[in-house]
């Protein structure tokens, strides 16, 4: 089922100190195979989608038509489970794109506003917050950079986290604390302490395929609820054709075994978090 309360629940996932993988999906079997691990696990689970996903699933090259068709598929399937299900935008480039994907029946949103000016980030936020807030939605906003597509990494200076959680009004704050998109990669856990202090709400990690199960475990009792998997999941679809192929299997038997090493990975993100059990 498509959660109901999202704020609701981002706050007992905090006080339960338990995350949720934030799985991104840019395709059917990706985001079917990521439902039937939590259901398996009786988890709740984010699906989300980037803006690449979204233009990946419309007609045309522009993706001027997102959210396109990927969202609807991601509500089909989560309709059919008993488990809950946050679809999610990772990444929302400003308050129409923002706009549009509520309207779509998003749970959640984030809104990237790394190349702003911190006055201009918390007060774009807060707008996007207030909209969110209307349609029952909740917002994640980001402080730092996280690498990858946002090029070289900043971390998430503690002094502005209030802010955030004032003026931005976010129900959840990505924060840059060692994390990196597609990389490996060890967590400042004195900083992210610091930022836990300042903050008194959820947080949230991206690069989260390259993160120790070590630095996970000491994460979740600081406050993380979200930790974004992205690049593992993209593996582990990849390595499922790559059998296929080397067998010489058909285009059913590629998809079953992508779908496969999918499922399997989103169970393991999911047992490590905390967050079986817990739908």
Known sequence: MLIAKPRDFLRYAYEQHFAMPAFNVCNMEMAKAVIEAATIERAPVIVQTYPGDLAHATLGQSGENAPGALPGIIKHFAAQTPVPVFLHLDHGPGFDFNLRCLREGYSSVMFDGHALSLKDAVAETGAIARMAHAFGAAVEGELGTFGGDQGSQEFTNPDDVPQMFGAGQVDMLAVSVGSEH?????????LLGAIAAKANGP???????????????????????????????ARAWCAGLREALDTGEGHYGALKRASTHVREEAQRRLQLMGASGRA
């Open 182 to 190: 597609g990389q490996s990669s060890q967590l400042k856990l004195d």
């Open 203 to 233: 947080l949230v990690l991206h690069g989260g395929t390259g993160i120790h199960p070590d630095d996970v475990h000491a994460a979740l009792k600081l406050g993380v609820v979200k930790i974004n998997i992205g690049a593992g999941l």
